[in-house]
């Protein structure tokens, strides 16, 4: 169920609707776990059966973790939630790949006969979901969490509906203390568990709103310029691919913080908080820097659960530079089962290492004075921006050809304007609103928490506010929207 | 804190508002269709329609739009010929869509209608997102709602299709305040006697095959299957009829596509297409040149449905040319 789609909304308000009028707390978790169930069905019919799976396969193992007080069995426990979990995800994911790689190398050695291809369905969400029954196991086999007391209650956790197919990824130990808070905080069975409270309600409302703006005005208005330039670049001028990458860069982002905005406000309605996934990232001045403010629910996944297992930064230069690549590849094969994800997951380790290297050789590079000054920051934003979004040539453009020659004409510029001219005047629209979201991007930047700020407003300027976002939201509706970039992940 | 009553009302109101400066803007007695100038166009070409020569009318969609009519005029005028060939093809057009403006070309009455029909006028599309979707083999609740919604339409006499046309309509609105008229890009190129269908630079270029393999992925949906029952199919007889009754002599070619086209298509589709041609022919009397299948591995190509403009594909151009002589004589 796509959240801009009209099922999504009525299914939300139908959702509001019951939650506000049941009274008895039981009824209110169970009726949120069932409509949960619900939406991911209505999506993935007969592929919640894995979802069930992958809920009870870890309720019980981390139970079992939790009891047991011998280290061998609690790490043959572990074994099992992650052999559970991430045999799902590859198989589903990957398998196909590996066939296709493995065919590719046996064409290599005359092998006479191909693997066939599976042709496997993608179960939406599943990305999300294992990674966050992976994280629950893990914390409670590092001694960090205490396992859910009910089955029910970790079936919402690992279901709800808000965050289920495209994130934010949320740990167990953020999710859990609200749902028990809840309850601590009724007094007794009769008073409702969730309550919608007026400044959540405001809020959560706010931030659907801007994430319904990202992704339906802003992602699904560039996105016929950036298609209509990768979708075949072989040929295209420098500028032309530049212009193409930068709103790439915008698309991506709309479509994706668009989405997290919307989940987090529908979560934030039902009473829940849901961790920060985007921070302005494209003010980020380091890589490492982009990374804390870029799919931060990810990123800080891979450091807890990957990086930091690696051995993090505290063995050799080179063991650190190695586990950096290691998890952005990882990272990138996350996105999908394909080459270019690789290439721009091993871009962004790169990045990574040869900025610590630099901390490491010039320690005092980052206290100089001109990092300090305005222009010193400029300069570290827009050196940082260029690298991602060279970056992301590689994660839109498919095939090897075309992204060696779209890096190719993004790095060594060739100076043509004639076909760019004329690409310009093709794509106006989506031009005016690539300058028009820098400009909110800035204000945004400048004026810190503008969603907040705006639900914080008086009623009648609120008011004002919703009419123009969803003037232009449907003004500007193409009847044929993009699904959601990460959902394919 | 505003209470959730008054939170509640506002989102309801600034929604409805919204929507209502919408309405007013697309005007439900108002056919979108006109006011995106699309038969406007149309009209304006009809109405004014004057050629003192014998007239040759090439129509179907895009694919036929690539086809230079210019040069098949060339080649038919001779001392004893003088005929103006028109190329009336246009984006997206279908038999059920030409059916509406046929009368036109009756009125006009020209001496042949050269009319090309292809494997998608009578084939359903799947979007390839959709495709990532698992087969239902549980009760499908999308479906149900979806219906009931259609319903709900019907009882309150409104079609909510009108509003999939709000993006071009504001962007046609925006330009005609500041006055923009952009309706040529730059980069299209101008030729004559061919009013409806935009022929751009870059339609001019050849493919090779790994290219159109990469361009048949980027399509947003594929060919999902082709059958007998098409409204299509009853359309095109329709309009073989009418132009019959008028006594406009008419050829019906199938238009050729690509091999890296053909090959996504299957055995049993190619067989339906096959029949519906035949079937087409039998029941109108009209005999169906089959082109679709003639040029497909030749490097003609500038994507997988649409040769290439221009003097590439002059073997297009000639076979077409030979068959509208064969009639003349």
Known sequence: MLFTTIDFIIFFIMVLGI????????????????????FFYYSSNYLITLLIMSTILDFYVGKAIWSSKN?????????????????LLGFFKYADFAIDQFNILGRYIDLSSELPSLDLILPIGISFYTFQTISYTVDIYRGKLEPSKSLREFALFVAFFPQLVAGPIVRASTFLPQLREKISNSAGNRLRLITIENKNLKFGITLMAFGFLKKMFFADNIAPMVNMAFDNPIGLESFTIILATIGFGIQIYGDFSGYSDIAIGAALILGFKLPLNFNKPYFAISP????????????????????????GNRKS???????????????????????????????HGLYLAIHKMLLRIFPKISQSFFFKTKIGKIFSVL????????????????????????????ILLDFATSETIEFMAINKFPLLLIFLFFVLNFLSYRNGNLQKKISESRILFWFLFLVGVFSLIVFFYDGNPDNFIYFQF | MASTVIISITVISAFLLSIFLLSLFINPVTNPVDILNLDREENEFYSIFNNTNKSIFLIGSSQIGRLNQTYIQEGINTDKNNYTVFNLADNSDTPKKRLNSIS????????LVIYGIGHIDFADFIMKSDLSKPETILPDPAIHLHKNIEKFEKIINMNFERWNYAKSLTINLIKNTIGIDDTKGTEDLTRENSPFY????????????????RSLESNKSQLEKIYLEHENVAAIKEIIKILQTNEIPTIIISIPVSDVMLNTISKVDQKNFEDILKEISQDTDVEIIHLHDKFRNMSIWNDPTHIAYGSKSTVVNDRVLSIILENLE
């Not at chain 1, 939650?19 to 619900?38: D, E």
């Not at chain 2, 050849?206 to 159109?212: K, N, P, R, T």
């Open chain 1, 19 to 38: 939650v506000f009028a049941i009274r008895y707390r039981k009824f209110q978790h169970i009726f949120l776990l069932i409509a949960s169930y619900f």
């Open chain 1, 71 to 87: 280290i061998t069995k609690k790490k043959i426990l572990l074994s099992i939630s992650l052999a559970g979990n991430l045999g």
């Open chain 1, 288 to 311: 490492s820097d982009f990374w804390k403010r870029w799919h931060i629910s990810l990123s800080s996944w891979l450091r807890d659960y990957l990086y930091i297992p690696l051995g």
């Open chain 1, 317 to 347: 230069s080179a063991q650190t530079y190695c586990n950096l690549f290691a998890v952005m590849i990882l990272g990138g094969l996350w996105h999908g089962a394909a080459v270019n994800f690789i290439i721009w997951g091993t871009l």
């Open chain 1, 383 to 410: 050196v940082t921006q260029y690298f991602v979004f060279l970056a992301w040539i590689p994660f839109r453009v498919h095939d090897i050809e075309g992204i060696v020659y779209s890096m190719n004409k993004f």
């Open chain 2, 104 to 111: 036109h070309i009756v009125k006009i009455k020209p001496d």
């Open chain 2, 198 to 213: 935009n022929l751009r630079n870059s339609h001019t270029i050849v493919l090779d095959e790994l290219s159109l393999k």
